[in-house]
């Protein structure tokens, strides 16, 4: 069966099957809305009385609304329905290793408020009670709940989405965290989990402009350096959700101590915290950099943005540490691309933000160095969603489970 086609079967359960329906009814008027209930049933192989009582239904949700009429084939005028994205709310929620972002978003995951809080140094239960709170205070501030959906956490690390559990998170240090259940019980909302960089491919294939491919990988580097992989349309989490733990991949047995006990993980070299560490040392030595104007002398000042804007500026001390970043990403990236032939590779995190210069540089290294037979169509381009992505990321898995927004176009 076609995946868009309306599920028909006689067998089964009957209320699943109208739940289904419901589901493909509601994401064909998000997709294609203003639509004529007619043009529905044709899409999805419906009959018109299964489109007309699921819209029913969806209209006395508010999930729905009349907008007009359109065009006659020679009968009666349609009218015309859309999705009402404001009628409900969600909270979506990212976690990283140096803050907590936090937003309400609609349905279709515009943010409507949003606030970020920096960690300072909290690891361990001290991040969860720290989480707890912060929901607190912002629900709070939200006022009534009664059109929240619910909220969704991203978080780094290996997490088991299907229990809401973080399994392993070496910067936070947190195991075994049952972070779903600790949310639920304090707030009676429905929560969902999942791993960052998951997040970030699934916001990208359902609501940025990457949903026409099936084989991609998204790269994330921020404070760590994390990849999501899409293998023939579906998200490839690996036997324990631990898939794509692309920082902890091996570039030198020689190297640096890593967070997470082994050696030379490619994260130490390739992320936020890594040229932060470059750029002190370098001025340190006396090297000299338009960032110390930038930030007025001030080294606490110096951030993942500072840095970009000192590359814009053409500093050379910038320039030369983002072509070292560059090289260590492309060399892990040749891997990903001999392991999994993606069709495009998304780069996204606060470092590839508006940063063409490293996507251009990894471009080079990557068609120098990787077979040309797998480079040649490949794309190299940012992340679609802008500096929200965190929070829409959060958005687009609770969104997926609640209304099964369909993952093809
Ligand atoms: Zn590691």
């Excluded at 359902?206 to 580097?221: C, D, E, S």
């Excluded at 040229?275 to 030595?285: D, H, V």
Aim: hydrophobic share 40%; net charge neutral.
């Amino acid at each position: 069966m076609n995946k868009r086609d309306g599920v028909k079967r006689r067998t089964g359960d009957l209320k699943l099957i109208q739940e289904l329906n419901r589901s493909i009814i509601l994401d064909t008027i998000r997709q294609y809305g203003p639509i004529s209930r007619s043009e529905i049933a044709k899409r999805n192989k419906l009959s018109p009385t299964t489109v007309t009582s699921a819209v029913g239904e969806l209209i006395r949700d508010a999930l729905v609304c009349e907008v007009g009429v359109g065009e006659s084939n020679g009968g009666r005028k349609p009218i015309l329905v859309q999705f009402s994205p404001d009628s409900r709310f969600l909270i979506g929620i990212s976690l990283s290793g140096s803050k907590l972002t936090i937003a309400q978003m609609n349905l279709e995951a515009r943010v409507r408020k949003k606030e970020t809080h920096p960690l300072k140094l909290q690891q361990g239960e001290s991040v969860l009670r720290f989480l707890l709170d912060t929901i607190e205070r912002f629900l709070a501030q939200v006022g009534s709940l009664d059109n929240c959906v619910g909220i969704s956490i991203v978080t780094q690390g290996i997490v088991d989405a299907a229990t809401g559990v973080i399994r392993y998170n070496p910067k936070l240090r947190l195991r075994d965290a049952p972070v779903k259940e600790m949310v639920e019980q304090r707030f009676q909302l429905k929560t969902w989990v999942d791993n960052d960089t998951n997040a970030y491919l699934l916001a990208e294939k359902t609501l940025g402009q990457f949903r026409h491919y099936q084989n991609m990988l998204y790269v994330t580097i921020g404070d760590g350096l994390g990849a999501s992989l899409l293998m023939d349309g579906a998200i490839y989490r690996g036997y324990k959700g631990g898939a794509g733990e692309f920082g902890h991949t091996t570039i030198d047995r020689a190297g640096m101590r890593c967070d997470c006990g082994n050696i030379g993980c490619l994260e130490n070299y390739v992320s936020w915290p890594a040229i932060y560490s470059k750029l002190l040392s370098a001025l340190a030595k006396g090297k000299a950099s338009s960032i110390m104007e930038l930030v007025e002398g001030d080294i606490s000042r110096i951030n993942a943005k500072i840095f970009r804007l000192a590359l814009t500026e053409k500093d050379a001390l910038a320039i030369s540490i983002l072509e070292e970043t560059a090289s260590y990403l492309a060399a892990g990236m040749v891997n990903l691309i001999h392991l999994f032939n993606p069709e495009v590779i998304i780069l996204g995190g606060e470092i590839a933000f508006e940063n063409e210069l490293l996507i251009e540089k990894v471009r080079e290294y990557v068609s120098e160095y990787a077979h040309g037979i797998l480079t040649e169509e490949l794309e190299l381009r940012p992340n679609s969603l802008g500096e929200d992505v965190e929070v829409v990321g959060a958005a687009a898995i609770l969104l997926q489970n609640t209304f099964q927004f369909s993952l093809s176009l």
